[in-house]
């Protein structure tokens, strides 16, 4: 079983639609929790991060947290064509480094 | 704005020769990272420093050593290229005590022949 788990799509996404992207880890003694941004052909950029359980907005963003169910999720509202992508889930545990999820690349059509 | 450069686009080596990646950030960050990123397998960290001369295994280090000798410089060095290690390697820094907030370089993606 992998630590981070995404699903690598494609989420096809209407313009304008809400994107919902889920992450689950498996380390329960996780702290933080990432999404990254990776367009095609290009580095990653970080795009939210949340310690915290709840929700956490940011513009279009909103990055969900469930420390009880192992369940992180980013939320993309209004849905532009420049927001197609890979989106990247990342969860530091214990220690001084991140684990990447797989990825899931998110489509959005005019 | 913080900036990571890679010293290679792209780079094609032969199996058994010594490679060498570099990376120099220069905001002035403690932690360096350096990552393989493979289809299907996401982004695998293989060696991270937190300070000059200091450095830390990650998941992959495998058939790879890293030299940092100087604070914005973190080398990646495979000490015998073989064809498994055809990927795209991406450097990564931050600033001490920040391990999540990581800003990436551009990649080079090296070919192993």
């Known amino acids: 079983q992998k630590e981070v788990e995404q699903n690598s799509g494609p989420l096809s996404v209407p313009e304008g639609a809400i994107a919902s992207l889920n992450c689950t880890y498996s380390?329960?003694?996780?702290?933080?929790f990432f999404w990254y941004r990776q367009y095609s052909g290009k580095s990653p950029e970080l795009i939210m991060f949340?310690?915290?359980?709840g929700d956490k907005e940011d513009g279009r963003f909103t990055a969900q947290l469930n420390k009880a169910s192992q369940y992180v999720s980013l939320l993309i509202r209004d849905s532009q064509p420049s927001d197609s992508a890979t989106y990247l889930c990342?969860?530091?545990?214990?220690?001084?480094?991140?684990?990447f999820g797989g990825g899931t690349r998110v489509l959005v059509k005019p | 704005d913080v900036k990571v450069t890679q010293s290679s686009r792209y780079l094609v080596k032969r199996t058994g020769e010594k490679v060498f990646l570099e990376c120099v950030q220069d905001?002035?960050?403690?932690?360096m990272f350096w990552y393989r990123q493979d289809p299907g397998l996401g982004l695998r960290l293989i060696y991270f420093?937190?300070?000059?001369?200091?450095?830390e295994k990650g998941d992959i280090p495998e058939g790879y050593s890293v030299s940092r000798e100087k604070k914005e410089r973190f080398s990646l060095i495979l000490e015998s290229a073989s064809t498994n290690q055809t990927s795209m390697y991406l450097c990564?820094?931050?600033?001490?005590?920040?391990?999540?907030?990581?800003?990436f370089g551009p990649g080079t993606r090296l070919t192993v022949t």
């Open positions: 990564a820094s931050s600033p001490r005590g920040v391990w999540g907030e990581q800003y």
């Open positions: 380390d329960r003694g996780s702290q933080s």
């Open positions: 949340i310690y915290s359980n």
């Open positions: 990342a969860v530091r545990a214990a220690g001084n480094k991140l684990t």
């Open positions: 905001m002035d960050h403690e932690n």
């Open positions: 420093s937190y300070d000059v001369k200091m450095k």
